[in-house]
């Protein structure tokens, strides 16, 4: 039996990404990114199912610096639909509601609805966790902005339903392994997370990646971030569409590697079909 751990409470995105990818799985709620890459680190947990990106708030913070440093490896990527209900305690209307609770990215995800009701907002740690904040209020002045699981889950009446900016909002997940389970080169659509380290010369990085240009391999992703406080080189963490045992990828890495001073393999897994489809 794998046990999944996420960041968030029952009811939120995470929780139905690793629903979805391991039903009937176990869970393990984390209060956060950091906790739940350690649960799968320690052993509490076989993977961690962590949000990477969504289309319409962009990268999620913190998450490109973590998985480096984490040593789990991705062994899979899951796209899922976020939709987001207004949700208040039984009885409550929309004209008794006064402030709204939810995460920070759902907050800027849904900011059409908040501008029309001109509600006042407060930040929770976690969208089903603001759920389960206004059902224990009891108070019909509070409502969240959470998904449409977390309603039933902790007695909350829907108020108004799929408030999200966008109808195509999208996140993206990636599941993180203790074992690095390196998907098979079958000609199949494939994806590369690496992670490397520039020589800190003149145009280091221009040259680094030219590899990928000349071989025609296409970037998805490339993060840059310092560690700690030092002005060193900087790191990066880059997503590669191909398999490593590609002839075209792996004369990329080749001239990756000549001018950098670190080049690790952070997952090669199957592309999702959200990916092919878009």
Not at 41 to 60: C, F, K, Y
Not at 62 to 75: A, K, N, T, W
């Amino acid at each position: 039996m794998t046990t999944a751990a996420y960041q968030g409470e029952p009811g939120s995105n995470s929780a139905t990404a690793a629903r979805a990818l391991y039903p009937g799985a176990g869970e393990l709620p984390c209060t956060g990114f950091e906790q739940a890459l350690d649960a799968v680190t320690l052993g509490a947990a076989d993977v961690a199912v962590i949000p990477v990106d969504n289309s319409a708030a962009g990268r999620v913070a913190d998450v490109h610096h973590l998985l480096p440093e984490s040593g789990l490896f991705i062994v899979a990527e899951y796209f899922l639909a976020i939709r987001f209900d207004l949700m208040g305690v039984p009885g409550a209307t929309l004209g008794q509601v006064e402030c709204v609770r939810s995460h920070v990215h759902a907050l800027g995800q849904c900011r059409k609805v908040l501008r029309e009701g001109g509600w006042r907002t407060l930040v929770s740690d976690d969208t089903a966790g603001a759920a389960r904040e206004v059902a224990e209020l009891g108070d019909p002045r509070h409502a969240a902005l959470a998904p449409p699981a977390a309603a039933g889950l902790y007695g909350l009446e829907v108020l108004r339903a799929e408030v999200e900016d966008d109808p195509d909002n999208t996140t993206r997940f990636v599941v993180l392994s203790r074992d690095a389970v390196l998907a098979p080169h079958t000609g199949e659509p494939t994806m590369t997370s690496l992670f490397f380290s520039v020589r800190n010369i003149p145009s280091a990085l221009y040259k680094a990646l030219g590899g990928f240009a000349s071989s025609g391999v296409n970037l998805t992703k490339i993060e840059s971030y310092q560690m700690g406080a030092g002005l060193g080189a900087s790191r990066f963490y880059v997503e590669v569409e191909g398999h490593p045992d590609d002839e075209r990828v792996a004369l990329a890495l080749h001239e990756l590697r000549f001018f950098s001073t670190e080049v690790r393999i952070l997952g090669v897994y199957p592309a999702h079909p959200h990916r092919l489809a878009n």
